[in-house]
C-alpha cells in the first residue's frame, strides 16, 4: 500500500496528474488571487509574478477586446465576493491562491512557484487568464491605512 501511494505522489509530482482540477474533478476556470495580507493596491495594470521573477499574468497577454469590455479582472474585500464577480464572467470552480508579498508600487502580486506552476497547468486547459477571469482580494482597511500615511 505505500508503495502505491508513493507512486502515485511520484506521478502527481512529475507528470501534473490531477493538477488543474478542483476536489470536486472540475477543471479550474478561473483564478482568485487572495492579497489581503500584503499592502496590495489596485491598479490599472495588475500583475501576478512567481518569487523567481517570471510573470505569470499581465493585462498585455489579454484579448483587447476582453480588456476593454471587462478590463483586467475583479477587485473585491473577500472570496466570496470574488466567486460572485468571477460567476458573472462565466466562471464556476476558480483556483484560490494566497500571495506572498506585493511589488511594482503595491500593484504586482508576487505568488510561490508551485503556485505560479498550478495556475500554468490549469490555465493551459481552460485559458481562464487571456480572458481576464481573474479576481483580486485586498484588505479595504489596510488600503484606507496606507492612504492616510
Same mark, same amino acid.
Given at each position: 500500500?505505500?508503495?502505491?501511494?508513493?507512486?502515485?505522489?511520484?506521478?502527481?509530482?512529475? $507528470?501534473?496528474?490531477?493538477?488543474?482540477?478542483?476536489? !470536486?474533478?472540475?477543471?479550474? !476556470?478561473?483564478?482568485?488571487?487572495?492579497?489581503?495580507? $500584503? &499592502?496590495?493596491?489596485?491598479?490599472?495594470?495588475?500583475?501576478?509574478? %512567481?518569487?523567481?521573477?517570471?510573470?505569470?499574468?499581465?493585462?498585455?497577454?489579454? %484579448?483587447?477586446?476582453?480588456?476593454?469590455? @471587462?478590463?483586467? &479582472?475583479?477587485? $473585491?474585500?473577500?472570496?466570496?465576493?470574488?466567486?460572485?464577480?468571477?460567476?458573472?464572467?462565466?466562471?464556476?470552480?476558480?483556483?484560490?491562491?494566497?500571495? @506572498?508579498? $506585493?511589488?511594482? @508600487? #503595491?500593484?504586482?502580486?508576487?505568488?510561490?512557484?508551485?503556485?505560479?506552476?498550478?495556475?500554468?497547468?490549469?490555465?493551459?486547459?481552460?485559458?481562464?487568464?487571456?480572458?481576464?477571469?481573474?479576481? #483580486?482580494?485586498?484588505?479595504?482597511?489596510?488600503?484606507? #491605512?496606507?492612504?492616510?500615511?
Amino acid at each position: 500500500m505505500k508503495r502505491i501511494l508513493i507512486i502515485f505522489v511520484l506521478l502527481v509530482l512529475f $507528470t501534473g496528474l490531477g493538477l488543474a482540477w478542483g476536489e !470536486d474533478r472540475q477543471p479550474f !476556470d478561473g483564478l482568485i488571487i487572495d492579497a489581503r495580507e $500584503t &499592502g496590495f493596491r489596485p491598479a490599472l495594470v495588475n500583475t501576478i509574478w %512567481d518569487n523567481s521573477g517570471l510573470q505569470v499574468y499581465a493585462p498585455d497577454k489579454l %484579448d483587447r477586446n476582453i480588456l476593454i469590455e @471587462n478590463g483586467c &479582472g475583479e477587485y $473585491t474585500a473577500s472570496i466570496e465576493e470574488a466567486k460572485g464577480q468571477l460567476r458573472k464572467r462565466g466562471v464556476n470552480n476558480p483556483l484560490v491562491v494566497n500571495a @506572498n508579498m $506585493t511589488k511594482q @508600487n #503595491f500593484s504586482g502580486i508576487i505568488i510561490g512557484e508551485d503556485e505560479a506552476h498550478f495556475i500554468r497547468e490549469a490555465d493551459s486547459q481552460m485559458h481562464f487568464l487571456s480572458e481576464a477571469k481573474v479576481a #483580486f482580494v485586498f484588505s479595504i482597511v489596510r488600503l484606507a #491605512f496606507c492612504m492616510v500615511l
